[in-house]
């Protein structure tokens, strides 16, 4: 467990300590739970990949990042006033992992990974088959141990949907995130076709996607957006443009972190930290123990009055475009 946890924010959402404490502690478990859960998926993968060419993707990003689990509870309080205890209980996507099988033997691929996780242990707790969504295609599901408890999230996709899904990040987080309410400056009507446009954008992506065959006895079906024919083009365009500008700024983001990370790397083999191995650790508990909010700003507050250089800027800086 991480030694000292301080208050969080980000975002426009903040974390007591004793908040904080809880999130990061539900985190942590999951966090020495994933080189195990990541062998088991590569040995699901390396067997399904004989029997019917299963790719696992994206396993570096098989951990949720605290700070996002971080915003997710801190949203869940401000919005919905749910206990940051129910979200850490509740929580199946700390470790997440996605299987591709190619549409032919798609259905047979996932029917015979779900196999092979009961063969070790694990039975699904959420089944949702999304198919014939317009706006999301593919099945999500979530598993538990039957003994220890853990928990994962395990998507399944075609390559074509993986790739569709990947594309519309940014237009997810637009339409989970508070950049409707933003654009339409409280008017539900506004806010509601920005919505159908955000969807009429998702589901160009998937309009060459092939459904493979089978796939409906797989989980329950479910339909969660229609498509609205008559969303004004002018809206679609306006919510292409912020896809652009959220996609840029989380390329700004990721580049910044990537740096950050190499800096820190490069800090460490100086000072005689040992490899990269150690010097991850290291980075995880200063990461883990977060300073406490007010006293972060002081700090930075601090910093900008000491700091004589003109092009040093005190504010947020200018938006990505």
Known sequence: MSGRTGAWEGEGYTLSPEQNR?????????????????????????????????????????????????????????????????????????????LTFEPDSYTEGVERTYERLRESGYEPIAEKNTWQDPVYKG?????????????????????????????????????????????????????????????????????????PPGQERIGEQLIRDELNPRVPAEHVELVRRKEAEKHAENFAKAQAKAEAKAREQAEREALGLGGPEQAESQGLRNRLATKPAAEERRQKSDAARIDPLPTQSQSRGPALR
């Open 22 to 98: 809880v999130v990061t502690e539900r985190w942590e478990r999951a966090a020495a739970a994933r080189d195990r859960m990541d062998a088991m998926m590569k040995d699901v993968q390396q067997e399904t990949a004989q029997s019917h060419g299963g790719r696992l993707q994206g396993l570096e990003y098989s951990l949720k990042d605290v700070d996002s689990f971080r915003r997710k509870a801190a949203t869940a309080v401000k919005e919905k006033n749910v206990p940051v205890e129910k979200t850490a209980r509740k929580v199946n996507d700390l470790n997440r992992y996605t």
């Open 139 to 211: 099945v999500n599901t979530s598993w538990r141990h039957t003994q220890s408890e853990e928990k994962f999230e395990l998507q399944f996709h075609t390559p074509d949907s993986f790739k569709a899904k990947m594309e519309n990040h940014e237009l997810y987080e637009i339409s989970r995130g508070n950049d409707l309410d933003e654009l339409s400056r409280g008017n539900d009507e506004l806010a509601k076709s920005y919505q159908d446009a955000a969807n009429h954008l998702q589901n160009e992506r998937y309009k060459d996607v092939r459904i």
